[in-house]
């Protein structure tokens, strides 16, 4: 039996969760979609890396080197054991969307090395005209752009799965989008603006049988879920720190092996070499040819702690505490006169990521007086334009609850919305 998440206790671990905002009023935080705060825990462990073991990592010969290197990696080997991953399959990047950038310029570098050195380059990776790339209606711009930059490089062509009234993915023409022209699918597991969760193992299973290589965007997923890599079916998950607890600064990119040989490096320079002539250079092993530079040290020591935290809670407590909370806030809504939610209505294969648009009311309007009641909200398109073109909306009023949450928090962002409708009468 599942232990419940206990907030009351969980709040306590969040310093920034004791302030209050706009007037004195206690905050009611609601936007862990867009970044989560910290607990004590990640907060100390960057501290004390700082105040003593700090120190360029890999190459330095005296103990706070030696100390800083085993930090580095230990958290690597923490954080790749929260996703079912080996450390040598984990790059650490500055954020999710550098790891989406990595992945779509392996294609582009390689793509562009072949002209000149075809034998030097892995084909799997070299896209020509007649090549396609696909995405989905409701990727977040950093799934997004990165692969029509790659299309607009390499002549390829850019193809998307469509989305059903109901905000899920339209399956029914899958395998005429994903076909032998496929070289690469790279698809949201959870929406971050719809909540969707998407069946990327079939979608990943279809990728291989026409030998396209497969990228996740997990972003909305891991933070909230049980999630092992390896069950995604991809080839490649990208995520980010920030969303599950962890510092600003750092994001994660897994591979399999196999496939992290083949890619050629995004950045290049110091610490991802092998060897280096004045004519050419030679590249170290993963997953140190994809950390160019001084690495995010502290970011993921903070990141390692974040995932400890998690694991104490239980993955699948984070879960059922969401889905709750889920279920709880689209009950909420229906009730309310002239609320709209974009995306599924219900609480099957669905995150805590819930938009909605308010009749009579710009999403802007409805996330400023949310503000003024200490609610914070995201408001826009969520970097997500597309998906809010596709359901006639310019922007939609977006919460997103955590671990920190309960029920008492959705029922003041409700008593705000009514709020909000009475103020502007509409």
């Not at 607990?39 to 030696?66: I, W």
């Not at 929406?191 to 279809?206: D, E, F, H, K, W």
């Not at 969520?382 to 920190?404: E, L, M, N, Q």
Request: proline share 5%; aromatic share 6%.
């Amino acid at each position: 039996m599942l232990q419940p998440i206990d907030v009351d206790r969980i709040r306590k671990d969040f310093p920034i969760l004791q302030r209050t905002v706009r007037d004195n009023r206690p905050l009611v935080y609601l936007d862990s979609g867009a970044t989560s705060q910290k607990p004590m825990a990640v907060l100390d462990a960057e501290r004390a890396f700082y105040e003593t073991s700090n120190a360029g990592v890999h190459r330095g010969a005296h103990q706070l080197a030696e100390e800083a290197t085993d930090a580095y990696e230990g958290a690597r080997a923490t954080i790749a054991g929260f996703v079912g991953a080996q450390p040598a399959e984990l790059v650490f990047t500055k954020n999710a969307t550098e790891s989406l950038n990595l992945a779509a310029y392996a294609f582009s570098n390689a793509t562009a090395k072949a002209v000149h050195a075809p034998d030097s380059v892995d084909r799997r990776f070299v896209l020509s005209p007649g090549d396609s790339i696909v995405v989905t209606q409701m990727e977040h711009h950093a799934n997004l752009v990165p692969w029509q930059e790659a299309c607009a490089k390499t002549g390829a062509t850019l193809r998307w799965i469509g989305l059903t009234d109901e905000g899920r993915l339209d399956l029914e023409a899958l395998d005429s989008v994903i076909d032998e022209t496929t070289r690469v699918v790279s698809v949201v597991h959870q929406s971050n603006i719809l909540g969707t969760i998407n069946p990327v193992q079939a979608i990943m299973g279809r990728a291989h049988e026409v030998g396209a290589l497969g990228v996740v965007d997990a972003c909305q997923s891991i933070p909230h879920m049980p999630v092992d890599v390896h069950d995604l079916g991809a080839d490649l998950v990208a995520w980010s720190g920030h969303k599950m607890l962890g510092p600003t600064g750092i994001g994660l990119l897994w591979g399999r092996s196999e496939v992290l040989q083949a890619m050629p490096p995004f950045v290049s320079g110091g610490s991802m070499i092998e060897t280096v002539f004045m004519e050419h250079s030679t590249y170290a092993e993963p997953p140190k040819r994809f950390e160019a530079g001084t690495p995010m040290v502290a970011q993921s020591v903070g990141l390692a702690a974040a995932v400890r935290y998690l694991d104490d809670l239980g993955m699948d407590a984070v879960a059922a505490h969401e889905h709750d909370l889920t279920g709880y806030a689209l009950g909420q809504l229906e009730e309310l006169r002239g609320v709209r939610i974009i995306g599924p209505r219900d609480n099957v294969d669905r995150g805590s990521a819930v938009s909605f648009v308010v009749d009579g009311l710009h999403p802007h309007d409805v996330g400023q007086f949310l503000d003024d009641k200490g609610v914070a909200v995201r408001v826009g398109h969520h970097c997500a334009w597309p998906t809010c073109r596709r359901f006639g909306v310019p922007a939609t009023t977006r919460i997103s609850p955590y671990i920190y949450n309960d029920r008492a928090d959705i029922d003041i962002a409700m008593e705000g919305i009514m709020a909000a409708q009475k103020f502007f009468g509409v």
